[in-house]
Structures are given as structure tokens and as C-alpha cells.
């Protein structure tokens, strides 16, 4: 079964730090691009990071670069977000999504569920 599974979103102050992980199952992690998208009650979904399948080399969206870092560890099949200096505009339901090879601004293959940051002032 294909799964990415989402964990490590919960409550931080504003100014804190927050590390989200996504885990994979049921396919060969190694070739897939893993990215981030984040979607707030009542707005668009957004693209956060990715992360490419060979090189390890990071995209971010505006809003979070120079904040968030992506990273991956390909023998334990996840891929992390470091989130710091976190806003309260920053608070969402975070995805990770999978598409084999190379970063794309859309078009994934495998989506997660879905965790919850939230970001008190």
C-alpha cells in the first residue's frame, strides 16, 4: 500500500520552532521528489518546500524561505520540515505529497493526510 503519513504539527508560540516529518511506505522513496504544501480554512493551497530524489536540493515558496528547510533521510524513508521563526500566518494543515523525480509546481503522485500547525501570537 502507498502511504505518506504526516506527523509533528501542534501548537507553538509565535517566534518558536516546529520539525514535521513525512513518512513513506510502498514505494521507492529514493526516486521521488517530496514536497510540502500547506492549506488555511478558506484560502488556496500553497507550496511550502520541496525536496529533489537525487541531489537533495531544496525549493521554497516566498513566504518561508530563509525560515523553513527541508531535508531528507533516505534510510528511514522520510523527509523533514524545520520550521522556525513560525507567524501565526504560518498556521495550516501541512501535506506532504511524492512525484518521481525532479520538483514540479504541481502534478504529484501521493499525497498525505494531512498535521495541523498552529501558531498563537
Known amino acids: 500500500e502507498v502511504q505518506l503519513v504526516e506527523s509533528g504539527g501542534g501548537l507553538v508560540q509565535a517566534g518558536g520552532s516546529l520539525r514535521l516529518s513525512c513518512a513513506a511506505f510502498?514505494?521507492?522513496?529514493?526516486?521521488?521528489?517530496i514536497a510540502w504544501f500547506r492549506q488555511a480554512p478558506g484560502k488556496e493551497r500553497e507550496g511550502v518546500s520541496c525536496i529533489s530524489s537525487s541531489d537533495g536540493s531544496a525549493y521554497y515558496g516566498a513566504y518561508v524561505k530563509g525560515r523553513f528547510t527541508s531535508s531528507r533521510d533516505n534510510a528511514k524513508n522520510t523527509v523533514y520540515l524545520q520550521m522556525t521563526s513560525l507567524k501565526p500566518e504560518d498556521t495550516a494543515v501541512y501535506y506532504c505529497?511524492?512525484?518521481?523525480?525532479?520538483?514540479?509546481?504541481?502534478?504529484?503522485?501521493?499525497w498525505g493526510q494531512g498535521t495541523q500547525v498552529t501558531v498563537s501570537s
Open positions: 510502498g514505494f521507492t522513496f529514493d526516486d521521488y521528489a
Open positions: 505529497a511524492a512525484a518521481r523525480g525532479l520538483c514540479r509546481p504541481n502534478d504529484y503522485d501521493y
